[in-house]
């Protein structure tokens, strides 16, 4: 059974940080990539970043660049999205994501962790 368990979430002040973590099981974890979306009430789910575990590539969404860094430890089967100088915008309930392809936009992934709530407040 595939599981992807997130943890880190909570509350910040804009400009904060904090660091989500994604535990995964059930599944090869080299031949996956796992990402982040997240989803912020009365708006759309999006993407917001993407690590290929078997050789490193990463995607982030132009919102997030350059604050966001995703990364993994494969001998962990984690992946982690350190997200610095946090704004209110990006208040949101994030999920961890698992899928074969290696996705930037326009895909949705096929597994889906339950979500950990980010708040950052003004």
């Known amino acids: 059974e595939v599981q992807l368990v997130e943890s880190g979430g909570g509350l910040v002040q804009a400009g904060g940080s904090l660091r989500l973590s994604c535990a995964a099981s059930?599944?090869?974890?080299?031949?996956?990539?796992i990402g982040w979306f997240r989803q912020a009430p009365g708006k759309e789910r999006e993407g917001v970043s993407c690590?290929?575990?078997?050789?490193?590539?990463?995607y982030y969404a132009d919102a997030v660049k350059g604050r966001f860094t995703i990364s993994t430890d494969n001998a962990k089967n984690t992946v982690y999205l350190q997200m610095n100088s946090l704004k209110p915008d990006d208040t949101a309930v994030y999920y961890c994501?698992?899928?074969?392809?290696?996705?930037?936009?326009?895909?949705?992934?096929?597994?889906w962790g339950q979500g950990t709530q980010v708040t950052v407040s003004s």
């Open positions: 059930g599944f090869t974890f080299d031949d996956y990539a």
């Open positions: 690590i290929s575990s078997s050789d490193g590539s990463t």
């Open positions: 994501t698992a899928d074969r392809r290696f996705w930037t936009t326009g895909w949705v992934p096929y597994y």
